[in-house]
């Protein structure tokens, strides 16, 4: 009987360490998220909340995991007169210039027809994991589920530099 006992608490105390480690997938993460912060990217857990789908009465509220890269390139006067866009991944009413399956949040007919060309252009090589883009005048992000690698994240990263560049 107290051997039955000291096994029992032996394994009890086991499992409750291996209940604490991470997972193979939360190392993968982890590992992608150290890579993705060398490489320029400020990498945050948000609540986004796209514009109402078709169909749809209510928005629906998700958690993303959004990778931003910070713009350092824009003075004060450009600052203030830039305009803010994001799109998202979803079939909606607003969604001129864009190709099918994408949306407006913000920022529709805000562009003109060469930014128009080149965001179209990023979302063609879009990998499906993307969500939504978000422009600002302190950051571009990409919200992503973060099914990849670090030659995906090498990818993105090349992929957003001419909005960083084109200062859009």
Not at 23 to 31: G, M, N, V
Not at 62 to 83: D, G, V
Not at 97 to 111: A, F, T, V
């Amino acid at each position: 009987m107290k051997w039955t006992i000291i096994i029992f608490v032996m394994m009890s105390l086991l499992g409750s360490m291996m209940w604490v480690m991470p997972s193979p997938r939360q190392r993968l993460l982890a590992k992608l998220r150290q890579q993705a912060s060398r490489d320029g990217f400020q990498v945050q857990i948000v609540r986004l909340t796209p514009p109402r789908a078709a169909g749809q009465v209510e928005p629906e509220t998700f958690t993303a995991t959004a990778y931003r890269l910070p713009r350092f390139n824009l003075e004060k006067e450009q600052r203030h007169q830039f305009i803010p866009w994001q799109i998202f991944r979803q079939v909606a009413v607003a969604n001129q210039g864009l190709p099918e399956g994408w949306c407006w949040g913000l920022g529709e007919r805000r562009l003109n027809e060469q930014q128009l060309a080149t965001l179209n252009t990023l979302l063609a090589g879009l990998p499906e994991g993307v969500s939504s883009i978000e422009s600002t005048p302190i950051h571009i992000s990409l919200y992503w589920d973060e099914r990849g690698d670090e030659n995906t994240l090498d990818e993105l990263k090349a992929r957003l530099q001419p909005f960083i560049e084109q200062r859009f």
